[in-house]
């Protein structure tokens, strides 16, 4: 079985993160969106509630589980028994982030990373903008999931 985690702050969770546990599925036979917990971030929605959002708007797909946890994202997955790791690419940035994580990861467990490139119509989309959208009363809903209930 191939078993990845999405791990991610995800608040909230949004298109872009839609899209790429939407195409890591046509790969991966569980996927499980993994809710990093960082005390260090200041975050807009509590732990429990993007936990319950995401699991609601996945309450149709076995292949899906949710889970918070609070420990370094490696341990997390090998607690998981995942051999992968999934993660989104916006930018030039984020991939040399994302590839000097990886490189630890699997030199740490042997884990591997797989980068999903955001589509091009979702690269301006941040959990970062939402936010910041919400605090000044705006409409998100476009940018979000449809069936994403954020008023839980």
Do not use: C
């Amino acid at each position: 079985m191939k078993r990845a985690i999405f791990p991610g702050t995800f608040d909230p969770f949004t298109i872009g993160h839609f899209s790429v546990v939407k195409r890591a599925l046509t790969f991966m036979d569980e996927i499980i969106i993994g809710i990093g917990v960082n005390d260090n971030k200041k975050t807009w929605f509590p732990t429990e509630k993007r936990v319950e959002m995401i699991k609601r708007l996945y309450a149709n797909e076995s292949r899906i589980r949710v889970e918070a946890y609070d420990n370094l994202t490696v341990d997390f997955a090998q607690q998981r028994n995942a051999k992968f790791i999934i993660r989104g690419i916006r930018t030039v940035r984020d991939f040399e982030y994302e590839e000097t994580i990886a490189d630890i990861n699997r030199k740490l467990a042997g884990i591997e990373t797989i980068l999903l490139f955001t589509e091009p119509e979702l690269t301006a989309i941040s959990s970062t903008i939402v936010r910041e959208l919400l605090q000044y009363g705006k409409d998100v809903t476009p940018f979000l999931p449809e069936g994403l209930d954020i008023n839980l």
